[in-house]
């Protein structure tokens, strides 16, 4: 399994952007999803997953009602829609699958590489 994150960028605070993580070697439709970022100096922190079909979301406190997590099987790929941006949301963001949908970095059995978010205030 294969994972590519892109979409990261510099945006003004209040800003939106929007991540996308594209799944290859297997079914994107057998794997939850799930994002994680990583600030400079500080340890990796869960955002937000997905599970295989969709119908279950979970979410960090410190980004309910403003990112969306979503996928597309069809597609293969997932999506983090990231909307009224702060500048502590600057890290790096990575893509993780794993069968079932989980909060924990440790249970993820696939990584994408990370995408650079920043956010200017």
């Known amino acids: 399994v294969q994972l590519q994150a892109s979409g990261g960028g510099l945006v003004q605070a209040g800003g939106s952007l929007r991540l996308s993580c594209a799944l290859s070697?297997?079914?994107?439709?057998?794997?939850?999803m799930g994002w994680f970022r990583q600030a400079p100096g500080k340890e990796r922190e869960f955002v937000a997953a997905i599970n295989w079909s969709g119908s279950r979301t979970t979410y960090a406190d410190s980004v309910k009602g403003r990112f969306t997590i979503s996928r597309d099987n069809a597609k293969n790929t997932g999506y983090l829609q990231m909307n009224s941006l702060r500048p502590e949301d600057t890290a790096v963001y990575s893509c993780?699958?794993?069968?079932?949908?989980?909060?924990?970095?440790?249970?993820?059995?696939?990584w994408g590489q990370g995408t650079q978010v920043t956010v200017s205030s």
């Open positions: 070697g297997r079914t994107f439709s057998s794997y939850a």
């Open positions: 993780a699958a794993r069968p079932t949908i989980a909060t924990l970095s440790d249970e993820y059995d696939y």
